[in-house]
């Protein structure tokens, strides 16, 4: 199994990216797909979760969306109006239950300047 993570950059504060994670050797729709972040000199942090239903952290809240495409077998992380404290190494992860993730992507970094 291989979650690969993609679409990170450098935005400014109020900006917009859309992270993407692609599944190879595991269908995500048959698994729960979270996103988490480590922020520099931070431990990593839950950030959303979508399974049966979707959870996020409060301080996404309204500004993120986690979706799924089955189709191409790939995890979205929709961000908009984001902040310089969003800034982060974002991760993406698959589990068969909520917070037990077996696998986890690469990171791609998101930096968010003001």
């Known amino acids: 199994v291989q979650l690969q993570a993609s679409g990170g950059g450098l935005v400014q504060a109020g900006g917009s990216l859309r992270l993407s994670c692609a599944a190879s050797?595991?269908?995500?729709?048959?698994?729960?797909m979270a996103w988490f972040r480590q922020a520099p000199g931070k431990e990593r942090e839950f950030v959303a979760v979508?399974?049966?239903?979707?959870h996020y952290t409060d301080s996404v809240k309204g500004r993120f969306t986690i979706s799924r495409d089955n189709a191409k077998n790939t995890v979205y992380l929709q961000m908009n109006s984001l902040k310089p404290e969003d800034t982060a190494v974002y991760y993406c992860?698959?589990?068969?239950?909520?917070?037990?993730?077996?696998?986890w992507g690469q990171g791609t970094l998101v930096t968010v300047s003001s």
């Open positions: 992860a698959s589990g068969s239950d909520y917070g037990r993730y077996d696998y």
């Open positions: 050797g595991r269908t995500v729709s048959r698994y729960i």
């Open positions: 979508s399974g049966s239903y979707t």
